[in-house]
């Protein structure tokens, strides 16, 4: 495993966290309720504090002034290892709550492995989220049944949200590069090591949610080795525009 | 004579004495007294608990004329952490003699911050200010949906009655409930 491969798996867990929780902050003072307002917001905070930490381990391996900031504001879309799920637009109500929920249950299975690494940083990091997404997993799996099973609007908008977003589910547990390569030496988690238990959750929860579960089909993939949609450019202009307009910014 | 106030609250602030302050030279202050003084820093965000009592702290470690204190976030996100850490580089040089470049706050994530940490008397401080206390921890890393809700006891009227709104709430370490019985809604502090 080359130093490399740890930093792009961690840059790749710190993306995924950074850009959801960006994406979830979009519904700050607009979330449909004031209680599913802040729940939605708490778990971007949770996101974002994941992501602050991953950037700083990530900033002390790369070396050469790195810090958390300059990971977080000044790359471009190219450079980041995101998944493509987090970046796709909020959509409505319900898409925004079934991303949620499919990345909940895959950080869940992720974390749970990751806490017993070898690299103590990374260990501690899942170790303490994995308590934060117990409860985001368990808000966002609530929802997608109220919404699958309660009116004809809402089992609507969430068909429509499942059909959209499964073909961008398929790149949470297919393993890129450098997830193989710390999963060789036991120190990262090869992601399709848990395929089976995610799906096993997706599918449980579905059902409670009378939708069915998609077939097998052609998944979308690129977002981690940083070929991704047209939707990234725009949360990197909104989320980076003050860093680079006025370098250094503080407040 | 004209005591020094505080800027927020208006009362007066504490002076120390000139045997206090000879007394708080770096050397001879302990580990207990530097316990002690952090007992006195207060969590921002709910500023009814010292960040000792809410289980925070770490560890205290004394070299010399330089102390090091080891904290651990609640959650991931706390955006009160930065405070924190202000606020006890602070105490430590107004009110323990350290000076500003011997005060070290250093941040550790393992082991995960629980709410068993939190003291008996933190407990009762939140109550007492309003906010049900955590109960010893339950179903925290239950990932099953619409599982049975904990009892909790409206900090007010004592009630068991009382219902979840949102695992959500002000913070992010709070969740929000309603008493059935007397009405009033309520922040919980949930087990963690």
Redesign the interface.
């Known amino acids: 495993m080359s130093k490399q491969a740890l930093i792009d798996y961690t840059l790749h867990l710190a993306d995924n966290t950074l850009i959801l929780g960006q994406r979830n902050s979009e519904w700050t003072g607009h979330g449909p309720i004031l209680?599913?307002d802040?729940?939605l917001?708490?778990?971007a905070?949770?996101?974002?504090?994941?992501a602050?930490?991953l950037y700083q381990y990530a900033a002390e391996l790369k070396g050469g002034g790195a810090t958390e900031d300059s990971l977080a504001y000044l790359r471009d879309a190219w450079d980041f290892n995101n998944c493509l799920l987090v970046e796709l637009d909020k959509g409505d109500w319900a898409k925004t709550i079934l991303r949620q929920f499919f990345f909940s249950t895959y950080q869940?299975y992720l974390y749970l492995q990751l806490q017993n690494s070898p690299d103590?940083?990374l260990?501690?990091?899942a170790?303490?989220?994995?308590?934060?997404v117990?409860?985001h997993?368990?808000?966002s799996?609530?929802w997608v049944?109220r919404l699958g099973d309660g009116t004809e609007e809402s089992h609507r908008r969430i068909a429509d949200a499942l059909a959209n977003l499964w073909p961008y589910t398929g790149e949470l547990t297919i393993a890129a590069p450098y997830e193989q390569s710390l999963a060789v030496a036991a120190i990262g988690v090869d992601p399709s090591s848990f395929k089976n238990e995610w799906l096993h959750?997706i599918s449980e929860?579905l059902k409670?949610a009378t939708l069915p579960l998609p077939p097998d089909g052609w998944m979308q993939t690129g977002g981690k080795e940083g070929k991704h949609t047209e939707h990234l450019g725009y949360v990197l202009a909104e989320m980076q525009y003050l860093q680079r307009a006025y370098p250094g910014a503080e407040w | 004579m004209c005591s020094p106030k505080c800027n927020t609250c208006k009362e007066p602030t504490r002076v120390l004495s000139g045997s206090e302050i000879t007394m708080s030279t770096a050397t001879d202050i302990s580990i207990q007294k530097t316990w002690a003084l952090l007992e006195q820093v207060n969590d921002p965000e709910v500023p009814v608990l010292s960040i000792t009592d809410l289980g925070i702290v770490r560890d205290v470690k004394l070299n010399g004329d330089e102390v090091e204190v080891v904290i651990t976030p609640t959650y991931s996100g706390c955006p009160a952490m930065m405070m924190i850490e202000w606020e006890i580089k602070a105490q430590l040089v107004m009110r323990g003699g350290f000076s500003k470049e011997k005060v070290k706050v250093t941040t550790v994530l393992s082991p995960a911050w629980t709410t068993d940490w939190m003291s008996e008397a933190g407990k009762e401080k939140l109550k007492a200010y309003g906010i049900a206390p955590p109960l010893p921890t339950a179903s925290v890393c239950d990932i099953n949906l619409f599982a049975r809700e904990e009892a909790i006891q409206c900090p007010r009227c004592n009630s068991y009655h009382t219902v979840l709104v949102s695992q959500f709430g002000s913070t992010a370490c709070k969740a929000h409930y309603r008493c059935e019985d007397c009405k009033e809604p309520f922040d919980y502090f949930k087990c963690h």
């Not at chain 1, 905070?45 to 994941?50: S, T």
């Not at chain 1, 170790?127 to 934060?132: N, Q, R």
């Open positions: 209680e599913q802040i729940a917001s708490n778990i905070l949770d996101l974002i504090g994941q602050r930490m869940w103590a940083q260990a501690a990091i170790g303490k989220a994995l308590k934060e117990a409860y997993l368990r808000w799996g609530e049944v959750k929860v409670e």
